[in-house]
């Protein structure tokens, strides 16, 4: 089983592609979009090809085998 990992956020929202900046799995806004549209990326168990994609707490981020609970 895949090891969940929990990341907090101080605001309401975050941007899916900010996201993936955030916890280190790309490095720039430009290599977020493209595994954002590689369809790469699952929200709540679901493919997701758009970068803005607001995330909210509870929300559940798979990319590369790793899977991320927001608080």
Not at 16 to 41: H, M, R, T, Y
Not at 47 to 62: D, Q, V
């Amino acid at each position: 089983m895949k090891e969940i990992e929990k990341i907090k956020i101080s605001t309401d929202f975050i941007k899916l592609d900010q996201f993936l900046k955030w916890v280190a799995v790309c490095d720039s806004g430009s290599e977020a979009k493209d595994i954002i549209i590689s369809n790469k990326v699952k929200v709540n168990d679901e493919i997701e090809i758009r970068r803005g994609r607001k995330l909210y707490p509870e929300y559940k981020i798979e990319v590369f085998n790793r899977i991320f609970i927001i608080e």
